[in-house]
Structure formats: structure tokens, C-alpha cells
């Protein structure tokens, strides 16, 4: 499964994998791919710079890369005390009386509330940047918008391609005007932030529009037909990210929300505003329903819905909530039906898309097997 | 472009082609394609007997098929009056004030109000099935659910396939226990009735459930890219629709209509229930827009919406009301930028395919180009 990505890279299957754990990024490269970090989560340095170490000791000398969340529109001195000012007094109550009803317990005093605005925030981002460049990454991508001129310069400096997300190929456009080296066209079936443009549609669409620039397509892609699918689009690899999420490597908070993933279908994610304000895919809840309910208050604009329930997604995860407990996730759900290792989802890949191409010449009319 | 279905049906390319026009469909089956004629508007069944033996005298003995809507619910003794007398006044004058904003002028007195529920209703369908079994059909293939079961076996008396359109595996399950031949897979990108499954993830899970049925891929496919990309997602053809309502065979009613298709982007359709009271793609306009709007009295479930708004669309189109002006079609359409034959789109298919075929051989590291 070899690119002029690929190549370029020196990995052996253009598979790009996003992953929060830094034990599943590690793996993915070691088992052909490329593994790509996802920092949002680490607001302190500190701890990026321990998650990189280990990476580093556990890739074999394999390139990955790293993801950040650096907003395109620049907030200028707005502290989390002024965003948070921000929230209405309704809103808060629908959150208390949501919990309350679900009788979701409180946390202990002094416990930290987990996610928080502040990974959202570019100088977080950037003092990761300054952690993440003391090491030998070979990809910088971007979740929102393209990144500031001066961090993509500083990328290419260190010969760190920049990668940005678009979900239409007008974004795209915007990413290669802005010196950006490969798009990842993210369709709406995705885990996480989406448009509305189906994979089908927007990968052939964003390669045209950016070409010759790479285009890695994102979105409902887990198996070795849906790789040979993305790649027949004109994709130079493939990005996934939800098939990871059930993977032995993975680390996720809570074994409920494993057994939930497990256990759901193609049909049982939402594109919802509850979780960030923005329209991002994620298992349908009794807690996004509540959000997306006509008698509700309705979602806050990013970055306010997110601090309004950060508090509450932290309890609901800790104490194992079911009705209400989801997490982002893509239509690929359906697929995720057992825990194995990353090198048995990359086998599965791999051998999926050798009889994928042999299936497509037989079609053709070509030497199939 | 061979599979096992192309070779049972006798068709060069495992491309099939659905439209309400008779000049369409028998333009795809001589270029190697299947052509479906669309019948939802054929209330009366000489006009039916009329164009199929239009088409028997073009299609070049080509072989071709029919597509009709039987609800999979029977109801029994209700007349359109009945129906009538359900939709609530508030809906009523929602209608007229919206027509009056735009002014809308009335249709002449007598004149005919175009689209009636009648061509949805089960003795209908069965009235143009009494036409269609007089004509050589290969394909019979139904929009809602699946057809009864004294349908399918007539049907099958007379060598006829039968072909029902799913948007999950669950419906597709459903028609192979009723004995359907094929499974249309149709992804939310589509145009028309849709539900959420996109295409690259709901094509495999369908397959995967109705193995060894064959499954015909929908939505979002209109090029020679997509189509190599559906059947690596294991269909055994595609199924396209949108894609021939800018054909230069095609009769579309108001050529302002024509002219939006060819205008719209990937991202200028919605998903709404303004035009029948389930889920639709088409063209998003101002009037899809007051019916989705909160602030309006919402939409009302089928087949009551579609009474409801026949004559208003009626008016729309035949004073080519620009803003209000739309019709169903699927995400593909930003790639419809310039009236062509049947023929030059078929050109560009197979050659994108081939080119497509190609690509991926090189990618897998086979004797590619």
C-alpha cells in the first residue's frame, strides 16, 4: 500500500492513525503505518515531553507525528475566567438538573474536572509545539483551520510536513494557500468535528481542488475494502481514527464506554453540537439527546459549550453514567466488534485491500486471481 | 466493468442508471448501462404503455428495467380526500403565505396541480406493474420497502429481478427474507429518500448481511473514481441517479431548475422532510429552509406533507420561482457543471475507471500503468 506519501515518509502502508495514547500512536508505526499523537489533552508539557520519551523508546526508529488543536481565529488576551463569565445561568441549570435527574454524584473536593478549555487554546498549543520539536516528528496536523504562517514555517524548517483538516474543498483551498502540505479531507460519517459532505463525495473533490498537494481521506474507513475505496477516490492514504479507540493498546477511561463502542452500530452516532458547540460525530447519548432536544436550551457556541460541560462529562465518565456516557466516534462503529491488538487491525487491513484489488480487476477485466 | 449481476442482466457496464424519463433510460441501456424508469408519475397506465413502447422502439433491444413505489404499508379504503381532510389549517396557511411572501401567482383555473399521492399508493403501482408485465423488464425494483410478496412472485414467474432500496443492513435483511434479488444500498449522500449510513460505511455492512445477494451501491457516485471506489466496497454495481438530470436527454420541466443543478456545490443540498414528510435530499432553497426553520410549524409526516405542498411546487416550478425552486438530488451534484449526453457521461465513467483501476494497481505494487 505504497504512496508518494508513503514514500515520502518511509512508511509502509499509507495508514495514518490519529490516537490520544501514546502506546497505540507507537504501534501503529511499528506495525507499518503512521502513528500520529493527539495532544489537545496534555496541558501540561511535562507530560507531552513523557508520552514523546516513550514513544520514542517504543517505535523502533518508525516516524509518527504529532496533532494539535490551534484554533485559526486568534483570541486575544480572553482568559478560561472570561470565556466562563460567558455561560448563561439557564444553561448551567439545564446541566445541574440533567445530572440530577440521572443522579450523576458530585466529584470529590479538589478533583480536577479533566478536559479543559485550555488544550483548545493556541498558547497551549504552541508550548507543545516547543516540546514537540526538541523531537524527531515527520508530521505536524492541524484539527481546526490551517495553523499560524510562522508555526508552519517553523515545521518546514525542521522538515515536519503540516497536515490540516477540511471538510469541504473550499477549506482545503484555504489550507494550500497557506503553505499546508497535505489535506486530510475529513467526510461526515468521521468520529469528532464533521461537515456534512460524505467521504464519497469530498475526497475525489478536495484531491482536484488541492492538487498536486496529498489527500489523506478521513471518515468511515476501517477495513481493507474501504482503504481500497478511499485510495481509488484519489486519496494518497487513508486517516482513521475511531478504529483505534477499541484497540488493547488503548487506554480509555472507562470500560463502559469499550463495551458501548463494542456493542453499537453504523446508525447509533450523532453529529451534535453538546460536546464543543461545533457539529462533531459521537455516540448517540440520553445526554446528546437532551442537548438536541427542541424543549432544551440548546447548545453555546465553542468555546463556551465545552467549558459548560466539562465538569459534567468527567463525572458522568468517572462514576459510569451508561444512559449518558458516549464519546466521539465515527459511523465505523458498526465495525468495532472485538478488542484486538493494532497489528491485528493493520492485518486485517492489509490483507483486505489485496483481496479488495483483486476483486476491482476482476471487474476490470484485468489479471485478477 | 463486469460483475456477476452485469453478466446475469446482459449489460456491458455494472452501471445502473435510474430516471423518470423515458429518453434517459433507454440512452443508458444502448450505452451499455441498465436503464430504470422511474413510474412514480405514471398515474395513468396508458401514459406508461405509452413510454415503454417508447422505449422498446430505442432501447435497441438493450435490456432495461422499472422502478415503482409501493409502500411496504398497505392502507386500505383511504382516498385522497381522506388524506385531505387530515392535514391541519395552521400547515394550510403556512403554504399560502409563504407562496404569497414570494408572490407565487395561482394556476389557471382547471389546470392541473402536477404530483398527486396517488402515484404512491399501492393500487397504482399495481395498475402500471399490469402495464410493465406486458413490456420485457429484467429489473423491478421498489423505493419503499419491499414489494408484496405476490409482487416479488410475479415478478420472479416472469424471469424479472426484483431490486428494494435499503439505508441500513437491517432493511436489507428485511428484503432478502422477502425474497428481493438484489439490495440498492443507498447512502445519505444520495438524492432523494435517504437515511444517515454514508456510503462507504453503509455499502460493506450491506453486502456483508445479504451475502451471496448481489448489492447495487447508491449515493454519492458520479464518476469513474466513485465507481471503482463502490465496488472495492464490494457491490456488485453502482446505482445512479442524479447524475442524469443534467443529461441533454432529459426533460426536465423548468430549465432554471437545470441551471441551479448546474450551479450547485457539494454542499447546496439538505436533507429535509419538506418535500414528502420523510428525510429527502434536494436542493436546498428558501422554501426548505422556512420548513426546517423552528419558527415555522414544521413539516407533516408522509403522505401528508406531499398533499400538502403538490400544488405549491407545482407553482413553483411552472413560474420558475428561483429562490422556492428545487428538486431531490444527491451530494454529487457539485460535480454537475455542464449539460452532457448519456453517452459522454458514460465515456467518463469507464474511463475513470480505468484510470482509477490503474492508480490502484500501482498503489498495491501490481503491473500498473
Redesign the interface.
Known sequence: ???ELSKTLGVEH?VFGFTPFPAVAAAISRAGGFGVLGAVRYTAPDDLKRDLDWIEAHVDGKPYGLDVVMPAKKVEGVTEADVEAMIPEGHRQFVRDTLAKYGVPELAEGEASGWRITGWMEQVARTQLDVAFDYPIRLLANALGSPPADVVDRAHDRDVLVAALAG??RHAVKHRDAGIDIVVAQ???AGGHT????????T??VVDAVAPLPVLAA???G?G??V???????AQGVWLGSMWLTVTEADLSSPAVTRKLLAA???DTVRSRALTGKPARQLRTEWTDAWDD?TGPGTLPMPLQGLLVAEALTRIQKYEVEPLLGTPVG??V??MTSERSVQAVFDDLTRG??Q??D???R?????GK
Open positions: 500500500m505504497q504512496t499509507a469541504s474543498a467526510g461526515y460519517e461537515g456534512e459532505i460524505a467521504t464519497m463525495v469530498l475525489p473533490e471518515g468511515g474507513i477495513s475494502r474501504q481500497a475505496a478511499a485510495l481509488s477516490l484519489g452500530g453504523s446508525g427542541a459511523q465505523i458498526g465495525r485491500f489485496e479488495a484489488v476483486r476491482i480487476n471487474i476490470a477485466g484485468r489479471s
